[in-house]
């Protein structure tokens, strides 16, 4: 048995869905591998899930694709590489109060946005902005990661990042009305997130237990898809108290729908990713050299 270590992004959510059920169903387990799963509030967010990788902490990371450019080009480059992604498509979205009246992202103009301070995330929020004809004008707060959703709520601030399969959900059960501004309906190709990263120096020592690992975490994500109920249920144990209202089965449903299929799940197209390195590039937010091969790989989903 080979004990890996795998570091959320967040607090158990429908996103981690699949890892929940391989766990639970003994999929990792009769794939040979023992995977512990390390979410963010034990340590309050204190380390982000790349970080943990690069210290050596745990074997892979949940985290945006802009987190692989940002790791590969800081002043200390640290080598990582998608090797998976959970989505197909993009389902994430600024999001703002209804009743803000902010219509379109150009309303933000004057506007507070809660921020998650990655690297390049402020500086795209403000190019969507520009593209939709504002002046990017916008005030940048950054309050603590894991309560930046209740920011909103709660109106200390006027618009933050949120994926409609959560946040989305949880709002439209508590009759919280939402205008939501996708990415790419504004001028930016963003590309996958959450990805699953790993250290590139490991990718051939653990190749075998790596591709178990990935192999595991499919069966997991289909049969969550093709089994709302059960898969509903082991998540709904994993949840933090604030969050059992949240309507499970919406949730999954919605993100079944960008899960893939037993030849897709996981699979980066290289197209996707270099429209999103060509438009960081284009809008000068970064200036060292990245190509697509250096940012994921799909070898390690056969």
């Not at 709002?171 to 990263?197: E, Q, R, W």
């Not at 499919?218 to 209202?245: C, V």
Request: net charge negative.
């Amino acid at each position: 048995m080979t004990k890996l270590t795998l570091a959320l992004d967040w607090t158990p959510n429908v996103n981690h869905i699949g890892f929940l059920v391989a766990k639970e169903l003994g999929f990792y387990s009769a794939a040979g591998v023992d995977l512990e799963l390390v979410s963010p509030d034990l340590d309050n967010y204190q380390l982000t899930p790349a970080k943990k990788v690069e210290l050596g902490q745990v074997d892979f990371a949940l985290c945006p694709m802009e987190s692989v450019l940002s790791y590969r080009t800081k002043a200390s480059p640290f080598y990582v590489k998608a090797i998976a992604t959970i989505f197909r498509q993009d389902v994430s979205a600024i999001a703002v109060l209804r009743d803000s009246k902010i219509r379109r992202p150009k309303d933000l103009d004057g506007k507070a946005y809660a921020s998650y301070q990655a690297r390049y995330e402020d500086e795209i929020v403000k190019q969507m902005v520009k593209n939709d004809g504002g002046l990017a004008d916008i005030q940048l707060v950054y309050p603590e990661k894991l309560g930046i959703w209740e920011n909103l709520v709660s109106r200390k601030s006027d618009a933050t990042w949120i994926f409609l399969n959560w946040e989305g959900i949880s709002a439209l059960g508590k009759g919280v009305k939402l205008n939501t501004f996708k990415m790419a309906d504004y001028g930016v190709p963003y590309s996958y997130s959450p990805v699953i990263i790993a250290a590139e120096n490991k990718l051939k020592t653990c190749d075998q237990s790596y591709r178990s690992f990935l192999g595991a975490t499919k069966k997991g994500f289909l049969h969550a898809a093709s089994n709302p109920q059960e898969s509903a249920q082991i998540l709904g144990m994993k949840l933090a108290d604030d969050e059992r209202d949240i309507n499970l089965i919406e949730a999954l449903r919605y993100s079944a729908n960008y899960f893939g299929d037993e030849t897709t799940w996981g699979k980066m197209e290289t197209d996707n990713v270099q429209k999103y390195l060509d438009w960081i590039y284009q809008n000068d937010l970064e200036d060292i050299p990245v190509t697509v091969g250096d940012m994921v790989t799909n070898e390690l989903l056969a």
